[in-house]
Nanobody
């Protein structure tokens, strides 16, 4: 079974940057749908950025600030987050989607606060 492990979360001030990483336990070459979701306190989990068959979709709230990328050699998916705002606070989850279902990581906390 594939395992996903997120890292890179932390606390930053508004305007700061963080780079999240999702390490996959197997080669990602055949995984066509991978991305990031987040869950803010008291809210439902929502999409942040997803790479699906080469096409990237971003939530409107992060467009122009976040960039998703894949490093197939390292079996890793990254999320570069720039110009962070307080509304970006939440737990960020990596997701792998296949025909057999979704696999989630354990999440990494991101806190944006002055």
């Amino acid at each position: 079974q594939v395992q996903l492990v997120e890292s890179g979360g932390g606390s930053v001030q508004p305007g700061g940057s963080l780079r999240l990483s999702c390490s996959v336990s197997r080669s990602t070459n055949n995984f066509n749908v991978m991305g990031w979701y987040r869950q803010a306190p008291g809210k439902q989990r929502e999409i942040v950025a997803v790479s699906s068959f080469g096409k990237v979709t971003y939530a409107d709230s992060v467009k122009g600030r976040f960039i998703i990328s894949r490093d197939s050699a390292q079996n890793t998916v990254h999320l570069q987050m720039n110009s962070l705002i307080t509304e970006d606070t939440g737990i960020y989850y990596c997701i792998l989607r296949t025909a057999w279902g979704d696999t989630w990581g354990q999440g990494t906390q991101v806190t944006v606060s002055s």
